[in-house]
């Protein structure tokens, strides 16, 4: 029992030869109980590991540590790592997840540089996916194609597929000739047909000297003649060119999106993510030996 309590004392009390007694009782009035000590370590170490104080080099300056430190600490939740090795092991866990995690903000990276490089104002890709090679396209019907959801795609054709009908009923109203057809078929249009054919009537005000004005065209009447030329030669035809960019939106947002993915970029991704994956398997493997191993010595 003496040199039990000798061993135990550290310092000058032990070392001018003091009785055990008065060591023993120096030891428990001024230190805690060694058992104190040792929760009190374990509390600090798991502490460390838990407020990721090992994570420095693991998060980058611009990566929200708190979303890593919440990471590491459900892994330590998981697997209550014994001891620096499992410690260790469950912070290179930790690390192998983050990395993923990049992985994935690099994919999607990619696949955004990818899209602005097809919907660009050089991009082939609406003649591409319509098959309609050596024609210049506007840019808009692929951006539509790209954001629209397919609730909003059904109701712009349901919108377009009844203004196409109205445009061919004014039409048929003013072949027929009969008096009064110019009202009547401006009173079949949509508001959006009747407000450009104003404006096509309106005077437009005097071009600059640096401008062109364009050579044989000439203004349209504010009679039947004038808007049966207008809708079946501008209108209607654009009004079925925008029917077959809404109905193929699907043909071209496949496109478009086949076009944005980088597959050399996206090879060299998913040849880390496999080594990513090896350290993980690994990683893991190490951890659940080792504390089988740590059980069953303490029930040997």
Not at 9 to 33: L, V, Y
Not at 177 to 206: C, F, H, I, N, V
Request: aromatic share 4%; glycine share 6%; charged share 30%.
């Amino acid at each position: 029992m003496e040199k039990d309590s000798f061993e135990l004392a550290t310092g000058p009390a032990g070392e001018t030869g003091h009785c055990a007694n008065t060591t023993q009782m120096a030891t428990e009035t001024t230190s805690p109980p060694l058992r104190e000590l040792h929760d009190g370590y374990d509390a600090s170490r798991l502490n460390a590991l838990r407020h990721g104080v090992l994570s420095v080099h693991t998060v980058l300056p611009w990566e929200d540590k708190a979303e890593y430190e919440a990471l590491l600490n459900a892994l330590v939740g998981e697997y209550a790592p014994h001891g620096p090795t499992e410690e260790h092991l469950v912070e290179e866990i930790a690390g192998v997840i983050w990395r993923k995690r990049r992985l994935r903000l690099a994919e999607a990276a990619s696949h955004r540089r990818g899209i602005e490089r097809a919907t660009g104002p050089f991009s082939d890709t609406l003649n591409t996916a319509l098959n309609l090679v050596g024609r210049a396209l506007p840019l808009a019907p692929i951006i539509d194609a790209v954001s629209a959801t397919p609730s909003v795609t059904a109701k712009d054709l349901a919108e377009l597929k009844r203004r196409n009908a109205s445009l061919r009923l004014a039409l048929g109203i003013l072949s027929v000739g009969k008096p009064g057809a110019y009202e009547a078929a401006l009173a079949e249009l949509d508001e959006r047909t009747r407000t450009s054919w104003q404006e096509q009537l309106a005077p437009e005000p005097e071009q600059t000297d640096d401008e062109d004005p364009d050579e044989g065209s000439e203004p349209y009447t504010a009679d039947a003649t004038g808007l049966a030329e207008y809708l079946e030669g501008y209108v209607l035809p654009e009004c079925a060119k925008q029917l077959t960019y809404v109905e193929n939106r699907t043909v071209i947002r496949t496109q478009v999106l086949g076009e944005a993915l980088d597959c050399n970029k996206l090879e060299r991704l998913g040849r880390y993510e496999v080594q990513l994956d090896r350290k993980l398997e690994r990683m893991l493997a190490m951890l659940l030996r080792l504390q089988d191993f740590r059980r069953s010595s303490k029930v040997g």
